[in-house]
């Protein structure tokens, strides 16, 4: 949702154009001086949270791996803790006392991931991928990889091992912002590893979500989870203290590999000669899913200004019928190039589908992709998902499945006891408790179900040799943790390669032919045939060009007003790009960007040729600047010159600007901060 | 093969096992391991995996599903498995789902004997 208020548009004549001229020159020129070197206010922002013992140093890889041996250092430091805190009674006077440095060294390490994460993204650290950034056409960032110190003694050549921690900035998943990297704990397992919590954690969040879906046997969140927690734990319970393998235990995060770069070519709205209309060159790719009804999500509904556009694919077709399946995809593939839209005035506010009507009808359009699938879902980024990327995410599965054969047997032993564990112990209590919560089960409380059990009837009968582990398993399970962590390593690597095939797709040209059929309430009915184009550019897809070429003909030229078949040929270009982080945005997880647009057209209109008052030559162009200066909360300004329009040949010069508030921003944002305050 | 669970099944000597997993508003982007080996699909749309029993009564195959949705993927694309043995009852059951905002993209499945 997004509300706008502008507080004044002002159309200015020639006289005036130099003035308003200037002051637009110096804004922008403030605004630039501001905002350009976006890398001195984050170092400022840097040097204000964490402590800067570099002083004024350039060298941003040398503080970044600074900041990685003080990470690692508070990690081992928490570790030490923790341990301590395991052999020492609830009731002793320093437990308090070593609860609460665990809870400054949370703050201290999260700080330091922070600091990490920020010098990764200053645009003269290079070591990691370019990203797709953020902006208001809605091209997105892709998380740079964050540093972290390597713990294990097999990597130690490496001079900052990699990881990656999720999606922390930019674009629209602010929800996800806080990656809940320390899971809450747990009263029964104090000591129990971060991964541990984290699955735990996992577990519960889907089972309650599940749940509420009323979904038969929500419980399939632990039940599938059951045997990593297992794992995870009998490694807790066995491997040495001090042991680099218990070290790498401790340091895993149940870390995922998620891309994060979005495409923004559609164009929902209507063809820039429909009313009400903003955009001035039209995008090519068409919308590939279809519903039955605007309501359900299968036609797509746009408002702009004073007209209301339905669009749509005849994929969606297909889809709506047979399910919006990847099967369904392939054998239809030829229909995800062709989209269709219809434009209606909007009369009825209040019923919008109710505007499309047979009188309303402002224009129709239809799309055809003529350039190849660069989506996720073609078959090229598939083969590569396959080939490239599949046999790397597929490391964990194999270590945990592998070990899970070799040593939980009926000769073992273990595999009774996993039974015995995962059917009495964790899933028959949880699936009593899950009958009387019913749709609203409790988080905690699952995590307790299924954390506790783990710890007493496991992890402590491990440890207590109640159950019997052979040293071979000992040593596979160390193995299996290795392997494991080395996989997460990984993780930034395997992120980098699919960024780069998705920012390889995007950053192709898309070329459509569009045939628009324009309604006119007043004067002839006309059609326009286009060819239209798109192109990313740029290191990181962070600029982009669209081009239009089109000629109009009249359906029933009318002679008298010396119309002939050729209505007029058109032709326009826009660049797009972002500039740099807002330098007015307090809240750090806020990556909005500074956009700027330059847009110009070309229009040779045949019957206003040698017609007094108008021009046959009509051109124009415009300037746009984007600044959010709060977050949430955007100032955009724009300028216009045009030498004429269709019917007069007055030039006019127009400054637009206002406020927009985007309330959907505002309240992730909020979300996170909740988030933030209540992590351990 | 009978489901006791959504990921947990019993199963008997040398039954083969059919897993489908059928990808929703995204593309085939799953994968599936069986005590410690990527098993190749044996059809792409949707993703079809088979495998014949060969552990001994008492012990149990492990396997686990690996997904993956692009940002692009809406946020109600989902992964959906189903399992089909070719022993005792021959139902096509439904295992689990896996949804794009779930917290983890990974579960477990596992066949007793």
């Avoid at chain 1, 009323?214 to 490694?235: F, H, K, W």
Wanted: hydrophobic share 35%; proline share 4%; aromatic share 6%.
């Amino acid at each position: 949702m997004t509300a706008q208020s502008g507080l004044a548009i002002v159309s200015l004549r020639r006289a005036q154009m130099k003035v308003a001229g200037r002051v637009f020159l110096l804004l922008s020129a403030l605004v630039m001086l501001a905002a350009w070197p976006a890398s001195a206010q984050q170092m400022a922002t840097i040097k204000r949270n964490g402590s800067d013992s570099l002083g004024g140093k350039e060298n941003f890889r040398a503080l970044l791996k600074e900041r990685a041996v003080q990470f690692e250092a508070a990690q081992k430091r928490r570790l030490a803790l923790l341990r301590y805190l395991s052999s020492i009674s609830p009731s002793s006077a320093d437990f308090n006392v070593t609860l609460q440095s665990i809870k400054e060294l949370d703050t201290t390490i999260s700080t330091l991931k922070q600091d990490m994460e920020r010098i990764s993204l200053l645009p003269s650290y290079s070591s990691g991928q370019p990203e797709a950034v953020s902006g208001r056409h809605g091209k997105d960032r892709a998380p740079r990889p964050t540093a972290r110190p390597n713990s294990s003694s097999a990597n130690s050549k490496k001079d900052v091992a990699v990881k990656y921690s999720g999606p922390l900035k930019g674009r629209a998943d602010l929800s996800s912002a806080s990656s809940a990297i320390i899971a809450p704990a747990l009263a029964c397992y104090p000591d129990a590893p971060p991964v541990v919590l984290t699955l735990l954690n996992d577990a519960a969040t889907i089972i309650v979500d599940r749940a509420r879906a009323g979904q038969s046997d929500p419980s399939d969140g632990a039940t599938s989870l059951l045997n990593e927690l297992i794992v995870y734990s009998l490694a807790d319970a066995v491997l040495p203290a001090d042991s680099t393998d218990r070290i790498s235990l401790f340091n895993l995060k149940r870390i995922e590999v998620r891309a994060e770069t979005k495409r923004t070519d559609k164009q929902v709205g209507a063809s820039p000669t429909a009313g009400g209309n903003t955009s001035e060159v039209e995008k090519p790719n068409v919308p590939a899913t279809l519903g039955a009804a605007v309501e359900n999500g299968s036609v797509k509904q746009s408002v702009s200004g004073t007209s209301v556009t339905f669009s749509s694919s005849l994929y969606a077709v297909a889809a709506a019928s047979k399910g919006d399946t990847a099967t369904t995809y392939k054998n239809n593939e030829p229909l995800t190039r062709i989209g269709v839209s219809a434009t209606f005035a909007l009369e009825n506010k209040d019923d919008v589908p109710a505007n499309a009507t047979r009188k309303q009808l402002e224009e129709w359009v239809v799309r055809a992709r003529v350039s190849g699938d660069n989506s996720t879902r073609s078959e090229e980024f598939e083969e590569f998902w396959q080939e490239k990327i599949r046999p790397r995410i597929d490391r964990i599965p194999r270590a945990l499945t592998g070990f899970l054969r070799s040593d939980f047997t009926k000769v073992s032993g273990l595999e009774d006891e996993r039974r015995d564990l995962v059917d009495n112990r964790i899933l028959t209590p949880l699936d009593a408790y899950l009958t009387t919560a019913g749709t609203n089960p409790d988080t905690r409380r699952i995590t307790e179900l299924i954390g506790c059990p783990l710890k007493t009837e496991w992890v402590d009968r491990v440890k207590s040799s109640d159950v019997a582990v052979s040293d071979e398993t000992r040593n596979k399970v160390a193995r299996a943790v290795q392997e494991i962590a080395a996989s997460e390593l990984e993780a930034g690597d395997t992120l980098k390669l699919i960024n780069a095939k998705i920012d390889e797709l995007n950053s192709r040209m898309i070329t459509s032919l569009a045939y628009t059929n324009k309604r006119v309430a007043m004067g002839s009915d006309y059609s326009i045939v286009k060819l239209l184009l798109e192109k990313k550019m740029g290191k990181s897809s962070d600029w982009q060009m669209d081009a239009n070429a089109g000629v109009s003909i009249y359906h029933k030229p009318d002679r008298t007003m010396n119309q002939q078949s050729i209505r007029d040929i058109i032709v326009a270009l826009s660049l797009e790009g972002n500039a740099a982080r807002s330098p007015f945005l307090t809240k750090d997880l806020d990556e909005s960007q500074i956009t700027y647009s330059f847009k110009g057209s070309y229009q040779r209109m045949l019957e206003n040729r040698h017609v007094a008052g108008r021009k046959a030559d009509i051109a124009s162009a415009q300037f746009k600047l984007e600044i959010p200066i709060f977050t949430g909360v955007t100032l955009p300004f724009s300028l216009t010159y045009s030498n004429s329009t269709e019917t007069s040949r007055e030039d006019r010069f127009r400054a637009n600007f206002g406020i927009t508030f985007d309330a959907d921003k505002l309240l992730r944002l909020r979300n996170t901060d909740s988030k933030d305050a209540l992590a351990p | 093969m009978d489901q006791i669970r959504r990921a947990i099944y019993t199963v008997a000597a040398s039954e083969k096992v059919i897993i489908e997993i059928e990808a929703t508003k995204v593309g085939n982007f799953a994968s599936f391991v069986l005590d410690g080996e990527s098993q190749k699909p044996v059809k792409n749309n949707p993703l079809t995996y088979e495998f014949t029993i060969s552990v001994g009564a008492g012990d149990t195959h492990f396997g686990m599903f690996q997904c993956f949705f692009p940002a692009d993927a809406p946020d109600d694309a989902n992964f959906q498995v189903f399992l089909q043995g070719s022993k005792g009852k021959t139902t096509k059951y439904t295992g689990s789902d896996i949804k794009k905002t779930d917290p983890i993209w990974r579960r477990g499945v596992e066949f007793r004997r």
